[in-house]
């Protein structure tokens, strides 16, 4: 059993490619078919390498590893023209010189009474021998074919015109490759969005003009953004990558996006390995899927909870790097990652978190410590306290902070806040004890001092 990816480099993985690439995935993998990749760059302007590399990221950083490809489609135009010539010369095919102006008063017209605009067939009989190539579509009957997530579906080829599959500068278009790949390449099940649910008719008629064998078709609904038209920009991030930079989990978005369009009774949470064993596609909605990043989030935050420290790590490693953070100059990471882990909606929730054990800061929150750094006889008491301590553990900072409270006769909150708006310099902290167990002795103490300092420049 093969499945297989098809995307054409424009830029980015979209969000709906990634989407169809994982239900692809997921197909082989249940069957433990092949899962094929091919690159359709036929679009020479648009299909950089930079575009090309764009969709390797982002399948890579996805984990959706192909077992066969890349291919490329620019390098097999040798194939494409063995079968254009074929089918020239089998008369399933011919030229056409009508010019654009021609076409261009052809589709008015047609337009004009109503009719879809389609093209005539006027060069069909006359034996040209130059222009672009057209497929000499069958003129009656109909197409009928059953589409694993739509049904039955049938059109009559008296509304398909005679396509082209030859520019007039000799390369193919993009349904003649489909075809001609997938029935090389031995694609059984061909997944792909709904968008392309029109031309599946035209390569039918294809494949059979060929003599070769159907795949299935599988046409997957859209994916709409929270106001009901079609997942754009302005939407928010549709780049896969562009959710990698914003700190989401691979594993989250990729548990997200199986739900978009597919369902397993109202289970919410599957691990890949889950979805491999239960992905079916009899269970893909008909409707169009609609995108929530709230959703979104809310899943990445409960990977993130629930994620193993290593997996976190080999994750954190690209924020890290891209935010300049050395964290050789503090405690262990495993440590402050795991007391971050239930904190962070994202990795870059949990970088800004880390921040504080490994880089000093010179100012605190203007606001923050115009309200906290108030009373410098508690910190002072604390600072003293701390200073005596030489078993740097949060137990014992902890007894520290409720001697403090005791000998002044105050509320926790009255040292607590203040306390940690001078270890993180944002009041942005989680345990005060074990933050300063992990922010480190020296720290913590220069950070106390840094308040007392604070305080005795504001008080006049
Ligand atoms: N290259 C096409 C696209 O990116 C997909 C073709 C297909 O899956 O058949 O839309």
Redesign the pocket.
Known sequence: MKS?????PTGYLHIG?AR?ALFAWAWAKKQQGQFVLRI?DTDRERSTQASVDAILDGMNWLGLTHDEGPFYQTQRFDRYQEIIEQLLSEDKAYYCECSKERLQVLRDELTEKGEKAKYDGCCRDKKLKSGVVRFKNPLTGFVTFKDAVKGQISIGNQELDDLIIARSDGTPT?NLT?VVD?HDMKIDT?I??D??IN?TPRQINLYEALGWGLPKFAHLPMILGGDGARLSKRHGAVSVMAYRDEGFLPEALLNYLVRLGWSHGDQEVFSLSEIVELFDLKNINKAPASFNQEKLLWLNQEYIKTSSVDNLLENLAWHLDNQSVDTSTGPAIEAVVEHLQERSKTLVEMVDGLKMFYQDFNQFDEKLSAKQFKDSQSIKLLLTKLEALDDWMASNIKEQIKQVCKELDIGFGKIGQPFRLALSGNGNAGNIDIVAQLVGKDRTLARLQMALDYIAQHSH
């Open positions: 297989r990816f098809a995307p054409s490619g169809t359709e993009y489909v997938d061909v792909r969005g968008d392309h031309n």
